[in-house]
């Protein structure tokens, strides 16, 4: 048995989400409306055949992770390779401070260029190599047909780009779920950042 869908699952609120700061490999707890709205995708997905739970070990992550499995009777398995990617110095800041702070560290990092490393944290091609080879891990296992994944919009939107060509303009919402699923030889997003759960 082959892996054949993968759902990608951003975790739930935060504070830092609601201020806009960067939480990298910060210990960012879900807030009351982040536990609620990993409870409703909880009982959501109560209607999909799920196999297997994979988390990123970031508490906001995993805490996500864990009210999934428990509304599903699953245990879940912690990767560190699925984690954030480490802002080092920029995280616990917004956007505007980093900018402030770090003038020059702040339009390298807006370059886009993938191999800039951010000053005490990771470059986006280090989080794509190690989110590239958890995805080879985790679909070549054994483990069931479907798989979830929970993890952070900044990694996954990473492992995305270095695999399609062209991504969806949409933004990833908390708890939102992107579903790929291999056709054939490849593999093709057939829905992006979906929150049926959240419907009105």
């Not at 990694?155 to 579903?179: E, G, H, V």
Request: hydrophobic fraction near 40%; include cysteine.
């Amino acid at each position: 048995m082959s892996v054949e869908k993968v759902l990608f699952i951003r975790h739930g609120q935060t504070d830092f989400n609601l201020e806009r700061r960067l939480q990298g490999a910060l210990p960012v707890p879900l807030n009351a409306c982040g536990r609620s709205q990993a409870q409703a995708l909880a009982d959501f997905l109560k209607s999909v055949p799920i196999d297997a739970i994979y988390a990123s070990p970031r508490s906001r992550a995993l805490e996500t992770a864990r009210i999934i499995g428990a509304g599903l009777g699953q245990d879940v398995r912690e990767d560190e390779r699925l984690a954030e990617i480490a802002f080092g110095d920029f995280e616990g800041r917004t956007f505007a401070e980093v900018e402030a702070l770090f003038p020059l560290a702040y339009r390298k990092w807006e370059s886009g260029y993938r191999p800039y490393r951010v000053p005490g944290g990771e470059s986006r091609l280090d989080v794509q190599r190690r989110m590239q080879a958890a995805w080879d891990d985790i679909t070549s296992a054994a483990n069931g047909e479907t798989v979830a994944i929970v993890g952070h919009s900044s990694a996954m939107m990473i492992l995305f780009a270095s695999m399609f060509a062209q991504l969806p303009d949409k933004a990833m919402k908390n708890t939102s779920i992107t579903t790929l699923e291999r056709f054939d030889d490849i593999w093709r997003i057939s829905a992006f950042a979906e929150t049926p759960h959240q419907a009105g």
